[in-house]
């Protein structure tokens, strides 16, 4: 599966952005689907994951309450709705997919990965 992400930007804190990442292929919804991110000089971390059928999503504390992560599998895409946004949040944010994957907080599990997109956010 190929994946795009999208949606980036500058936004003020306390502003929203909604990331969309989409995938090619048939298998989309085989696909545990995760958005991580890394910050400058930071490593990558996990963000929000949703299973197969979008029953299951799991958050890193730091953005529960605030991030909603959702997909479409009619549409092949997973969205992050990131609303109160904070200065901390600033990074690149990538979608990754774990084909028949089990929710996993680890990068590693990830086969597919998307180009990632920019988040801005100004204090």
């Known amino acids: 599966v190929q994946l795009q992400a999208s949606g980036g930007g500058l936004v003020q804190a306390g502003g929203s952005v909604r990331l969309s990442c989409s995938a090619s292929?048939?298998?989309?919804?085989?696909?545990?689907m995760a958005w991580f991110r890394q910050a400058p000089g930071k490593d990558r971390e996990f963000v929000a994951s949703?299973?197969?059928?979008?029953?299951?999503?799991y958050y890193t504390d730091s953005v529960k309450g605030r991030f909603t992560i959702s997909r479409d599998n009619a549409k092949n895409t997973v969205y992050l709705q990131m609303n109160g946004l904070k200065p901390e949040d600033t990074a690149v944010y990538y979608c990754?997919?774990?084909?028949?994957?089990?929710?996993?907080?680890?990068?590693?599990?990830?086969?597919?990965w998307g180009q990632g997109t920019l988040v801005t956010v100004s204090s």
């Open positions: 990754a997919a774990d084909y028949l994957g089990i929710s996993s907080r680890l990068k590693n599990a990830y086969e597919h």
């Open positions: 292929g048939r298998t989309f919804s085989s696909y545990t």
């Open positions: 949703i299973s197969w059928a979008g029953v299951n999503t």
